[in-house]
């Protein structure tokens, strides 16, 4: 009886402490540790974006919130979202690979999916999204996509979204993925995802849409393991501008088609002044020999040194079949002040398929060199009207054209 009491005293006193409702303002503060005991902020920042989601503004004020479980909030309507501290997301891998909420695309699934209309997310350049990442590499000792493994923010079903002024570090698995979502913008964000073990991280891309569009990115600085910025099946109305890409896949459409029973469409994507330092690749397609289109896109300004592959196109991405039986049409694709080095002598790898070749392809001020000035090689095949594309062919690009090259091609 006198237990009960105490406890029934004391928790209010926690509650009001952890989550202050003042109108429809909801504050949110992080929780002490006791006793060497993580605690977890979960259910006061869930009560937080169920009580003020509407018409409302949630704050999380700044120091360290323990997220212990994953959030599903997809009903906000006109909701400002501050966040100054950092979210920890837990070590409880088993719970994760449990837990993660589904996204459809693929089996992936994620950690947070926010949806709904008029949803506007603000870091200030304080947020700090901690997956803790490095357990995540470890664990996975390098292979592919695991089920569970929780993208970190997935905007689903959400519409008229603001996401502005957030650094992730340590990603647990991709960044952030949109999908059937539209109008969507996502400005100042920064992100780093290295692995200090012997294992990659894999596939902790920057951004992936997909089934979305009316996407508007702009000032992203991306460290991280696999595509900085990729537009996946069904992503139209692009534009993405000033991103800084290290180390990793730049400026991507794909992967999409491997459905042949359902089609991939991409259209109207415009990457603008984009840098990219030690990447893979800066500017580049892959597809599945499946059905859909890759119509009107245009890379634009961009700079880049150390480049593995600078520009590459392919119907049969990752060794996979059909690369000259594939009817998934890339066409009207501009490659415009394009300038920078490659680190082999391969400046662009461009093979269309066979039975429906690339068209309206169009190079215009693309200079690539050597980074060690060897003389470089343009691979081309199947691009209708190559004559006027603008392209230097200087040889066939062969189907099996590798993604990575580790030498001279
Ligand atoms: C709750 O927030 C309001 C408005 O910011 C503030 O005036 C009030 O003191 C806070 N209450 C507690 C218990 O922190
Ligand atoms: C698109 O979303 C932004 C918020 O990011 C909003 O200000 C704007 O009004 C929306 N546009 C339309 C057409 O609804
Ligand atoms: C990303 O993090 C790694 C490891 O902390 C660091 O070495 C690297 O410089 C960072 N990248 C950027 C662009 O800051
Ligand atoms: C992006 O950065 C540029 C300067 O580098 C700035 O002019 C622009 O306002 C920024 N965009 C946003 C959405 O903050
Ligand atoms: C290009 O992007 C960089 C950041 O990567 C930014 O500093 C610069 O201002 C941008 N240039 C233009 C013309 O917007
Ligand atoms: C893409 O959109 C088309 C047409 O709306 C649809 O048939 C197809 O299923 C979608 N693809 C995916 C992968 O959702
Ligand atoms: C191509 O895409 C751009 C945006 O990148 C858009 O402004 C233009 O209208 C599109 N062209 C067609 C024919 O749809
Ligand atoms: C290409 O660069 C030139 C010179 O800087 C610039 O005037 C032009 O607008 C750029 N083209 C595009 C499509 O951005």
């Given at each position: 009886m006198?237990?009960?009491?105490?406890?029934a005293g004391l928790l209010p006193a926690l509650a009001r402490a952890a989550l202050n409702v003042t109108g429809s303002t909801c504050t949110v503060t992080p929780l002490p540790s006791t006793g060497g005991q993580e605690p977890d902020d979960t259910p006061q920042i869930l009560q937080a974006f169920k009580q003020c989601g509407t018409n409302g503004k949630i704050v999380l004020e700044e120091g360290l919130f323990h997220i212990g479980q994953?959030?599903?909030?997809?009903?906000?309507?006109?909701?400002?979202?501050?966040?100054?501290?950092?979210?920890?997301?837990?070590?409880?891998?088993?719970?994760?690979?449990?837990?993660?909420?589904?996204?459809?695309y693929a089996g992936r699934s994620t950690a947070w999916r926010v949806g709904g209309t008029d949803i506007?997310?603000?870091?200030?350049?304080?947020?700090?999204?901690?997956?803790?990442?490095?357990?995540?590499?470890?664990?996975?000792?390098?292979?592919?996509?695991?089920?569970?493994?929780?993208?970190?923010?997935?905007?689903?079903h959400a519409k008229n979204v603001l996401v502005d002024g957030i650094t992730w570090r340590q990603s647990q698995f991709w960044h952030t993925f949109v999908a059937?979502?539209?109008?969507?913008?996502m400005t100042n964000l920064d992100m780093n995802a290295t692995s200090n073990s012997q294992w990659s991280t894999v596939n902790t891309?920057?951004?992936?849409?997909?089934?979305?569009?009316?996407?508007f990115l702009q000032n992203w600085t991306v460290t991280c393991g696999d595509d900085c910025i990729s537009m996946k099946g069904n992503s139209t109305n692009v534009y993405a501008?000033?991103?800084?890409?290290?180390e990793s896949g730049c400026a991507v459409i794909g992967s999409i088609g491997s459905n042949a029973g359902q089609p991939d469409y991409v259209s109207n994507v415009y990457y603008d002044n984009f840098t990219c330092t030690h990447s893979s690749n800066a500017a580049w397609i892959k597809t599945y020999s499946g059905s859909g289109y890759?119509?009107?896109?245009?890379?634009?300004?961009f700079n880049f040194a150390d480049v593995n592959q600078p520009i590459y196109v392919t119907p049969c991405i990752y060794g996979s079949s059909g690369c000259d039986s594939s009817r998934l049409k890339i066409?009207?694709?501009?490659?415009?002040?394009?300038?920078?080095?490659?680190?082999?002598?391969?400046?662009?790898?461009?093979?269309?398929?066979?039975?429906?070749?690339?068209?309206?392809f169009h190079f215009e001020n693309v200079n690539i060199k050597n980074k060690d000035g060897k003389s470089t090689k343009y691979l081309c095949s199947n691009i209708a009207n190559q004559g006027q594309s603008g392209i230097p062919c200087t040889g066939t690009c062969p189907a099996s054209w590798p993604q990575q090259l580790s030498g001279d091609g």
């Open positions: 006198k237990a009960l009491a105490i406890l994953v959030m599903d909030t997809l009903s906000f309507n006109n909701v400002d979202i501050e966040i100054h501290g950092t979210m920890r997301w837990s070590s409880n891998i088993q719970y994760w690979l449990r837990s993660s909420l589904p996204v459809t506007r997310i603000r870091g200030f350049g304080k947020a700090l999204f901690d997956g803790q990442g490095q357990l995540w590499y470890d664990q996975n000792r390098g292979q592919s996509n695991q089920n569970g493994r929780p993208i970190s923010l997935t905007l689903w059937y979502s539209e109008n969507i913008t891309d920057g951004i992936d849409t997909w089934n979305s569009n009316n996407i501008s000033n991103v800084h890409c290290y890759v119509r009107n896109v245009t890379f634009a300004n066409s009207d694709v501009r490659w415009i002040n394009i300038t920078g080095t490659s680190r082999y002598n391969i400046a662009s790898a461009i093979h269309c398929s066979g039975a429906a070749p690339c068209d309206g």
